[in-house]
């Protein structure tokens, strides 16, 4: 079975940066729309940033707007973000998304293929 497995969380200052990366593991799929969802302690999943299957697209949360980048630069079967400014608030475990859909979606349900998560943690 196909798995999404991201990498590049961390503890950061704030003010600081940090790339998450995901990739398929496990064998290949074709790769739809991919996206990032987040989650801090006691809190909902949140939408963080989507990017359609040909990369002309993307959507990014209000809170997130002008400091993170969602690109797949490398494959169509990965996905990057990268994060500037970081803030405390951007503290929590972030998930990579897949669907075999072509459009970005900001919505959870839309999403078949997810990882495991990655924590990022931001200190003041």
């Known amino acids: 079975q196909v798995q999404l497995v991201e990498s590049g969380g961390g503890l950061v200052q704030a003010g600081g940066s940090l790339r998450l990366s995901c990739a398929a593991s496990?064998?290949?799929?074709?790769?739809?729309?991919m996206g990032w969802f987040r989650q801090a302690p006691g809190k909902e999943r949140e939408f963080v940033a989507a990017?359609?299957?040909?990369?002309?697209?993307?959507y990014y949360a209000d809170s997130v707007k002008g400091r993170f980048t969602i690109s797949r630069v490398y494959a169509k079967t990965t996905v990057s973000l990268q994060m500037t400014s970081l803030e405390p608030e951007d503290t929590a475990v972030y998930y990579c998304?897949?669907?075999?859909?072509?459009?970005?979606?900001?919505?959870?349900?839309?999403?078949?293929?997810w990882g495991q998560g990655t924590q990022v943690t931001v200190s003041s």
């Open positions: 990017i359609s299957w040909s990369g002309t697209t993307s």
């Open positions: 496990g064998g290949t799929f074709s790769s739809g729309a």
């Open positions: 998304a897949g669907t075999s859909k072509y459009s970005a979606s900001v919505s959870y349900s839309a999403y078949e293929y």
